[in-house]
Structure formats: C-alpha cells, structure tokens
C-alpha cells in the first residue's frame, strides 16, 4: 500500500506466493520486516514474467530496487530462462531503463 499497489486479500496474497516460481525479499534485520520484495513467474523451463517488484519508500534511492531486479534475473537465468520479461506500471518504467 505505501508504494502505490492497492490493498489485497492476504488469502490471495497466499495464493500467489504459492504459484510463484522465484520469490526473493531484502529484510531489514533491525526491524525483522520486509523492505524490498519481487517474484517471478512463468513455465520453469523457458519463460517468466516478473512481478510486484516493491521497495519501501522509506528505502529508496539506495540502491534496493536495482540489487532485487540483478538478482532476480541472476537466479531465473541459473534455472535456465532466458525469456523474461517485466510487468510493471508505465508510470516507473524510466526506473528498469
């Protein structure tokens, strides 16, 4: 909600979660509480999209966003997808470019 998404049912929340192929979150460790959050998914052999790519506000500018996408995309290349592709909001694509 602070980065703009709407408010979502936590059970469909769950549900997501549970159909995504690669999940990965920075936790900033003095407060135990996710900071920076994205997940993919796709087919697991060739193809992925990813999603809901989210730094708190509070994190911005640091760099988080950026470490989430290199990272996302280092570990679907390890499982050997090479199509990915992004979902995201028109309004922050000058941020992946």
Do not use: C, H
């Not at 950026?66 to 941020?95: D, Q």
């Amino acid at each position: 909600v602070a980065v703009g998404f709407p408010k979502r049912d936590p059970e469909k929340i769950r549900v997501a979660l549970e159909n995504t192929e690669s999940l990965l979150w920075v936790e900033y460790l003095r407060t135990r509480r996710p900071v920076a959050f994205a997940r993919a998914t796709g087919d697991g052999v060739f193809n992925a999209i990813i999603w809901d790519v989210v730094v708190d506000p509070s994190f911005q500018g640091v760099g988080l966003g950026k470490a989430v996408m290199e990272r996302m995309i280092s570990e679907l290349l390890e499982k050997g997808i090479v199509n990915i592709a992004l979902y995201s909001e028109p309004r922050v694509l000058g941020f992946y470019r």
